[in-house]
Structures are given as C-alpha cells and as structure tokens.
C-alpha cells in the first residue's frame, strides 16, 4: 500500500474511530481520551479536549508500575497458559468423542451387532457402565417430570421372576358312567330319584 492510499484510508477511518471513542465514553460512562499522530503533523489529533486526555495520562502515571503490570505476562507465563488451554481443550474432546463411542456401542448391542461385552477392555467396559447409568438416571428424571415429580420406585438389578402357576385342583367322582344313548320313550334301567338320593347320602347304588 503506498503513501497516497495509506492517506486516504487514514482520512477515512478516523472519524470513524473517533465516533467509536465517543460512543464508548457516553455508553460505559468511563473516562476515555483519544490521541492521535498524523503523518507529517506537529501536533496530534485529541479528543474530547487537551484537558481531558492529560487528566486520563496523569491517572495512569499516578498508579504504581506494579498495579499498571500485573496483568502483563512474559514470554514463559504466556505459553503456559496458552498450554494449560490448549489441555483443557484437548479433554474436552476426548471426552465427546468417547461419549460418542459408548454410544454406538449401545446402539449396537440393542441392534443385534453385538452379543456381549467381554471383549472391552476393563477402561472401556467401566466407562460405558458409567454411560448407561447416567441415560438411566437421564431416563428416570424425565419420568418423575412428566408425573408430576412423583417418586417412582429404583429401577431393578436384575430381571424378577414371576411367580409360578398354580393349577386349579381337581375333583374325582364316584359317579357310574353314563349309559349309552337310550330312546326317549324306554326309561328301563335309568337311576331314579331315590336311588340318586340314596348314592349321595351312603355313597353306593342299589
């Protein structure tokens, strides 16, 4: 960029920066002095006043050097915490990318792809118990929130069995076998009433 088109972005950007001073000073309502040194010009450009930037200057020289440099960090204790970003970073990561592998691993034991667990190295198998039982208490909170924060019971440990059938008893009977099919009008050989009667109160027939 030459000389010509450094002047004139110079001419253009600076009544936009001084526009951002002002509205900076009205909207946080803090002391704020803007000085500015133009190419070939003895005298800088200053906003709001002359008074007002040399009050803001004698304020800042009037803090001691260690409360001015506290913040400042050297070339050690930037890379430092550029690391300990950086690591804090890289955690956060790795933790969504083995929430990310529980979960295809639960997604394929429920779709049939896998029969079991036993393969898993004893890290992998504790964090996925750690992932199935945080989705259960995930599951359970939602269930107390769409009841109406009733407590339900704690899910089971394991499966419980039902209990067994009991059959009805059954009823022996001293009854004679039926006779064979007679015609309607010969009632011959038939049990009377009496007989029947007399079966029932001494258990044999005539």
Same mark, same amino acid.
């Given at each position: 960029?030459?000389?010509?088109?450094?002047?004139?972005?110079?001419?253009?950007?600076?009544?936009?920066?001084?526009?951002?001073?002002?509205?900076?000073?009205? +909207?946080?309502?803090?002391?704020?002095?803007?000085?500015?040194?133009?190419?070939?010009?003895?005298?800088?450009?200053?906003?709001?006043?002359?008074?007002?930037?040399?009050?803001?200057?004698?304020?800042?020289?009037?803090?001691?050097?260690?409360?001015?440099?506290?913040?400042?960090?050297?070339?050690?204790?930037?890379?430092?915490?550029?690391?300990?970003?950086?690591?804090?970073? $890289?955690?956060?990561?790795?933790?969504?990318?083995?929430?990310?592998?529980?979960?295809? $691993?639960?997604?394929?034991?429920?779709?049939?792809?896998?029969?079991?667990?036993?393969?898993?190295?004893?890290?992998?198998?504790?964090?996925?118990?750690?992932?199935?039982?945080?989705?259960?208490?995930?599951?359970?909170?939602?269930?107390?929130?769409?009841?109406?924060?009733?407590?339900?019971?704690? +899910?089971?440990?394991? +499966?419980?069995?039902?209990?067994?059938?009991?059959?009805?008893?059954?009823?022996?009977?001293? $009854?004679?076998?039926?006779?064979?099919?007679?015609?309607?009008?010969?009632?011959?050989?038939?049990?009377?009433?009496?007989?029947?009667?007399?079966?029932?109160?001494?258990?044999?027939?005539?």
């Amino acid at each position: 960029m030459d000389r010509a088109e450094r002047k004139r972005t110079l001419e253009k950007r600076l009544p936009n920066l001084l526009k951002k001073a002002r509205e900076f000073a009205v +909207l946080c309502d803090v002391p704020t002095s803007l000085l500015v040194y133009l190419p070939g010009k003895d005298q800088p450009v200053v906003w709001p006043s002359q008074e007002a930037a040399l009050d803001v200057v004698r304020r800042y020289k009037e803090v001691g050097d260690l409360q001015r440099f506290k913040n400042n960090l050297d070339g050690a204790e930037f890379i430092r915490k550029m690391i300990d970003k950086a690591k804090a970073e $890289l955690c956060t990561v790795q933790r969504q990318t083995r929430d990310k592998e529980m979960n295809l $691993l639960i997604d394929d034991f429920f779709a049939g792809r896998r029969r079991s667990f036993d393969d898993l190295s004893p890290e992998v198998f504790a964090a996925l118990e750690s992932t199935v039982e945080k989705k259960l208490r995930a599951v359970t909170a939602r269930q107390q929130e769409l009841l109406g924060g009733a407590v339900l019971p704690p +899910l089971p440990t394991q +499966l419980v069995q039902p209990p067994p059938l009991v059959m009805a008893p059954t009823f022996s009977s001293n $009854l004679p076998p039926l006779p064979p099919a007679l015609d309607a009008s010969d009632v011959s050989g038939l049990t009377t009433t009496d007989e029947l009667q007399a079966f029932f109160m001494n258990g044999d027939l005539p």
